[in-house]
């Protein structure tokens, strides 16, 4: 059996694609409803973060036999804890990641971290647009929540985001609470509506709609602080579904050493 990260959407596809290969496997996710879809299609499945004791405990109980990481770009906690316990249970571990989009353009800044992008921001005036999810508005919030500022947070529509904007003081108005994908044509009339005078947003992939997000700002002259995807260093790094499928093969069928 497979242990399973699945923190995007195309990472939900692998795994239906790898099912679909004959291939047995148990997901964690971090949402009930990305643990719906992957239920909706057979797929058995563990809503929550794990520790590195957790993952290595489930991963003994269900004899697993291969660790795939597919978690978020920038979850690099969870990929140094799923490469910490393949390695303790002396399993293979394969990562897979959605490839780059490639933008050039003087109104890119490009940051390594999320505090260093507030940071940058905190001198703006006028209206930024947050598209980089809840995990980190408490950080954003410290620096953006400015009067020179007007900050618009861009967010899944779900309770707990709506309870954390009202703790940290982000009024109802400055909230766009809609779930993606977005097509190009969304996020400029997105921009225009609320006349956006910065995008704050990350290296996610075209998966993760990055490249509408850009093309819309960068067409408007919007300028953008671009957060980089975490620097680690992953073991049988893939891009492809064809990649991982290849690879998962080789170690199951002793082509490939661990």
């Known amino acids: 059996m497979i242990f399973f990260l699945a923190g995007t959407s195309d990472a939900r596809a692998l795994a239906i694609h790898l099912q679909n290969h004959g291939y047995s496997l148990l997901a964690t996710v971090v ?3 990305a643990a719906e879809s ?17 993952m290595i405990a489930l991963i003994n109980r269900h004899k697993m036999t291969i660790v795939i990481d597919a978690s978020h770009p920038y979850a690099d906690e969870a990929s140094k804890t799923a ?12 990562r897979y990641e959605r490839p780059k989009e490639r933008f ?10 999320y505090e260093e992008a507030a940071k940058l921001a905190h001198t703006h005036q006028g209206t930024i647009m947050l598209t980089t999810g809840s995990k980190t508005l408490e950080l954003f919030a410290k620096y953006l929540l400015r009067d020179e500022i007007r900050l618009l947070c861009r967010i899944l529509p779900n309770v707990e985001n709506m309870e954390k904007c009202n703790q940290l003081g982000i009024k109802q108005k400055n909230i766009i609470a809609i779930q993606g994908p977005f097509s190009e044509s969304l996020n400029k009339s997105l921009c225009k509506q609320y006349e956006v005078t910065l995008m704050i947003t990350k290296e996610s992939g075209k998966a993760g709609a990055v490249d ?4 819309a ?3 408007l002259g919007i300028p953008v602080i671009l957060i980089k995807r975490p620097a680690l260093i992953y073991q049988n790094f893939c891009t492809s579904f064809e990649e991982v499928t290849h690879l998962l093969g080789g170690f199951i069928y002793g082509k490939h050493e661990l």
């Open 212 to 215: 509408e997000k850009m093309t």
């Open 217 to 219: 700002a960068l067409q």
């Open 31 to 33: 949402t009930e409803s």
């Open 83 to 94: 490469m910490a316990a393949a390695k303790a249970c002396a399993i293979p571990y394969i």
């Open 38 to 54: 992957l239920r909706a299609n057979d797929i058995s499945c563990q809503v929550g973060r794990l520790s590195l004791d957790e």
């Open 104 to 113: 050039s353009s003087p109104l890119i800044t490009e940051v390594d971290s």
